[in-house]
């Protein structure tokens, strides 16, 4: 059972423009939302995450817009650079079992 | 300069050979986990350990064993019973109870069998 769903699968962003990753999660005890990022042959890094007393958290060029009544996160990147050609994965934490649920990837492609 | 170590990067294993990755944190994190990373399905569980000489299964651990001897070392034995090892396997590490939301992880080891 997958309890977070990531979309799109793969994502081709011209440089400049606006790279956007959604996620919906079923679980109402998940209240914890961090995305990771991956380079090639790399391990994941965490980039940003949110809690969901928030709607919106920035850092930076990357935004995490949180809906808590739809149950879905999205992650914008503006102003996409080929240096952020990367996988993506935004997960789900829950504190009551300290379990962390991950979505299934977004390969994101930032042409010149 | 603390990070989180795999070895090999790359591994080949034959057909019915048991197989060991290695994960070292000098991070002083007290919990530490694997991951198999497969194209298309994200990163899934596979063993999880919290505390030193205790571990628990997670939700691929079939085919796989594991041990956590040390606080630092948390070794992978792929075994013979694994009959689809291909993947990239990751090592991670958190702070521990109340701090695991945060996961720290290695470069990952690439295992292909022959």
């Known amino acids: 059972q997958q309890q977070v769903k990531q979309s799109p699968q793969s994502l081709i962003v011209q440089k400049g423009g606006i790279s956007i990753i959604n996620c919906a999660y079923e679980n109402t005890a998940f209240d914890y939302f961090p995305w990771y990022q991956q380079f090639p042959g790399k391990g994941p890094a965490l980039l940003i995450a949110i809690r969901p007393d928030v709607s919106e958290k920035k850092e930076g060029r990357f935004t995490i817009s949180f809906n808590k009544s739809a149950k879905q996160f999205s992650l914008h990147i503006m102003d996409s650079q080929p240096g952020d050609s990367a996988t993506y994965f935004c997960a789900a934490f829950n504190f009551g079992n300290e379990k962390l649920t991950f979505g299934t990837g977004t390969r994101l492609t930032i042409i010149p | 300069d603390g990070g989180i170590t795999q070895s090999p990067k790359y591994l080949f294993r034959k057909e019915g050979q048991n197989v060991t990755l290695s994960c070292e944190q000098n991070?002083?994190?007290?919990?530490m986990y694997w991951y198999r990373q497969d194209p298309g399905q994200g990163l899934r569980l596979i063993y999880y350990s919290q505390i030193v000489n205790d571990f628990q299964k997670g939700d691929i651990a079939e085919g796989y064993s594991v041990s956590r001897e040390k606080k630092e070392s948390f070794p992978l034995t792929v075994t013979s019973a694994q009959k689809n090892p291909t993947a990239f396997y990751l090592c991670?590490?958190?702070?521990?109870?109340?701090?695991?939301?945060?996961?720290?992880f290695g470069s990952g080891t690439q295992l292909s069998v022959l």
């Open positions: 991670a590490s958190s702070k521990g109870t109340e701090a695991n939301e945060k996961l720290f």
């Open positions: 991070l002083n994190h007290d919990a």
